[in-house]
């Protein structure tokens, strides 16, 4: 069976700085894969290079059995592709409900006309209401401004966004990132109950919620893979303890 997403050799470099170096990786259809590292091992980097915003230096990109090596941005996104991003890319004004009606006729080709008695357009408002179930926002934070909802209900709202694009494959980047500790469970609840159709590549710094999260974890230090396999290895792992200068935070399993 073809990965859901794959990389061969896959290399980023800024002038005589290597970013990402030479990173092979597989996320399997359905996978709950975690991509951790310390600051400044190219996650981000990688997951540009990933969604198209970076051109890679060297190396391959697979989407679901096709390269997509040269393909930009939004056609990554067509065949399957979306992301989030650390910091939210979202409407301020617009309540949740009408953010995702806009992306759900954006995806159907009535972008132009969204905002028309969009109230009237029954598959879209039920389709934007299941999205907004999927990730488990309240009933009572869907008609507010996303300006006024907690940090934490903002990234439910964006991850709901990279849904309404019917991925097969989602990148979060950081989802919990700036999120209170205590509403970074409820997001990571939501991350965990998305259907099993979609594979999930989580990269995140909070350890807790990538041990709870992931069934399998890549960790990349100076921007190449340095392990590579179940949480349980990882935690024993006497190499990403290094590489966390003995951090407890890999201290699970």
């Known amino acids: 069976m073809s990965a859901a997403l794959e990389t061969q050799g896959l290399t980023r470099r800024f002038g005589a700085f290597v970013a990402v170096d030479a990173v092979s990786l597989r996320v399997e259809p359905g996978a709950r894969h975690a991509l951790i590292g310390p600051n400044g091992a190219g996650k981000t980097t990688f997951v540009n290079l990933l969604s198209g915003a970076l051109a890679a230096s060297a190396g391959q990109v697979s989407l679901l059995g096709q390269d997509v090596s040269a393909a930009p ?10 992301r989030t991003f650390q910091v939210n890319q979202l409407f301020a004004e617009l309540t949740p409900m009408q953010a995702i009606t806009m992306a759900l006729a954006e995806r159907a080709g ?4 969204w905002w028309r008695p969009l109230f009237g357009m029954a598959g879209l408002r039920a389709e934007a209401q299941q999205l ?3 990730v488990r926002l309240p009933d009572a934070a869907r008609h507010q401004r996303t300006a006024s909802l907690p940090y934490g209900r903002q990234r439910l709202l964006e991850i709901a966004l990279a849904l309404a694009m019917r991925p097969r494959v989602l990148l979060l980047d950081e989802p919990a990132a700036g999120v209170p500790p205590a509403d970074s469970r409820e997001v990571l609840a939501a991350v965990a109950a998305l259907p099993r ?3 999930v590549l989580l990269i995140e710094h909070d350890m807790d919620l990538v041990f709870r999260f992931a069934e399998r974890i890549t960790v990349l230090a100076f921007g190449a893979v340095l392990a590579d396999g179940a949480p349980s290895e990882i935690a024993r ?13 890999v201290a699970h399993g």
């Not at 792992?237 to 935070?249: F, I, K």
């Open 237 to 249: 792992s006497p190499a990403v303890r290094e590489a966390y200068l003995g951090s407890t935070e």
């Open 110 to 113: 009535l972008g132009a006309i």
């Open 132 to 134: 907004l179930d999927t």
């Open 197 to 199: 159709d979609v594979a």
């Open 73 to 82: 941005q939004h056609l990554r996104v067509r065949l399957g592709l979306a």
